[in-house]
């Protein structure tokens, strides 16, 4: 039996008596109506169905049942919702029922500004999750399909009610036993899970191992030129599509950390994605192929390497070769997720292949879910990056200008949801899967607007309260970077976990994560000038800056540059008294989360104020220890003591 599960931002309910009645014009039987009608009754309390076109609340379907937009108008009985499509009506029932909590403001219209708005699950068929921090999967458990459609249903309607229309449903390491997931044994139980999801207007696609045709297939190889192997995945899409109409498609993680892929036979990633596109073309699926492609066998002592450049180097000979319904899917930084990395440089230099922008919403570098780092002012300088500087060429644009079908480009995220009754383990780690789904509908929203939409919807608080929490989201992402990862040095934490300070944790080791610090200074040459290169994969206008030690902005440069512990920063600083600066005041703001958020314990309800409360206190020790160590360590290498006396142990 599951425990009694956390409404999230769906929790309160509008009483407003006036709105008695909801009637719907143009009704159509269909799933996504059933689920409208659904909701009305969870979302408002005393909603009845009438006949009376003259209700307080009306729904309209208008026009050709495409697009995800939606308008919102006062009238003078009430409130009208109107919407060209079933699943526009949907997100409109959401948007009411979140502007009426929030008191926001009315008419209301909007369009989703990203096509694909997708969650990649991790999960795995023994019921783990890589890199999942809320508890088990809430797909599977032990090696069977937990079976438990109602906590899909609640997930689904806190995916959609944001905004979100693509699902995958397990981890990109396909191990053997989710190998058989495309298998017909297999299918129907996909099909229930697709089956809820549809209800809420989210299509369902799996994540497939490319060896698969000799895993589950009795072929002696995957080879994607041999015909053999093209006619095998031909009969495993016919019968998926047979079992799950509206299944989405494909992901696939190939040659990459120990995943089979084309390399194994000499052929190229567009030769594995097309075989595979051609085969899935004829029932409308898509092929999501990921970038994340990079040489993990190196040797830390061969400074020629660098994983940076691999995405770019693999994948742009490739630009414009893709089948129609083949997306690359490429990471935001060049290398993993860190708190601060740049742009990858593929956004804006594709130019002619369908793309998607992932970001992960679960914290695998970023606090695991037990320190608080609201990661939407991260997503959105992504967003907002101008990849050719001063043109206008952001990469929220790029993604769907540069894609041949802009209905097939988006964005996904590695997803953070789990079995905890609270969905994210860490109460406000729901403000990032919240906070994911509604910038990737509106691009335009601000990260504090979006926080402060979700405590409200979430909690019971005045607007100064309220404000407190919104201040410890806004600034956390700041503050894990402080004590972290001074000037986009990453990876510095323990391998494999990636929770916790270990400096030279990946310094000696194969996954070409190296911070290269020694006496004289830190940071990774990556100029073309002095380093790798890799500077010269961006847009001329970036190279220069990245290239340019005077123009490299701070936050980035120990990505770019090796330079001295007395390198004078842009911000006036050396380089060492930044980083005893950041990770002492990064702790210390850990210190005060504390004391804001025990100051809030009246006002909040006990499970939630617990469960942060309890997590803070865990976070204030990571960040000191995190803060010691790196003080300690960069003490040792440099010898230079800190301007202000503060305590470094030696
Ligand atoms: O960062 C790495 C993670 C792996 C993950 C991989 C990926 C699913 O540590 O756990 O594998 O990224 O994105 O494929």
Redesign the pocket.
Known sequence: MSKTRDLCWLKKRVHQPDISSYYIKNRRDSVVMKTIERELSLLFEDAEPSDDAKSPLVLSLTGDGTGDGYEIEKTEAGYAVTASSEKGLLYGVFGLHRILITKGRLPFKSQPDQSIRMINH?DNFDGSI??GYAGESIYYDRNHFRGDMEIVRSYARLLASTGINAVSVN???VHKKETFFIKSENLKEIRKIADVFSEYGIRTYLSINFAAPIVVGGLDTADPLLPEVAAWWEQVTADIYKEIPQFGGFIV?AD??G?PGPFTYDRTHEDGANMLARAIKPFGGIIIW?C?VYNCGQDWRDRSLDRARAAYDIFMAHDGKFEGNVILQI?NGPI??QIREPNSPLFGALRKTNQILEF?ITQ??TGHQVDICYLVPMWKETLDFDTCYGKDAFIKNEIKKNSPDPKRSGIAA?GSAGMDANWTGNKLAQANLYGYGRLVWDNSLSSEEIAREWVNLTFELTEDQASKIVDILTTSRGVYEDYTCPLAVGFMCRP?V?YGADIDGYEYDRWGTYHYADRNGVGRERSVARGTGYTRQYSDARFREYEDLSTCPDELLLFFHHVPYTHVLRSGKTVIQHIYDTHFAGAEKVEQYERTWESLEPFLDEESYTNVRDRIKKQKENAINWRDQINTYFYRKSGISDAHGRKIYD
């Open positions: 991790w890589e890199r981890n990109v390491n993680k990459s950390e995943e990921r994340f990471k993993d997720f992960q695998e570098y590695v494999n990636h």
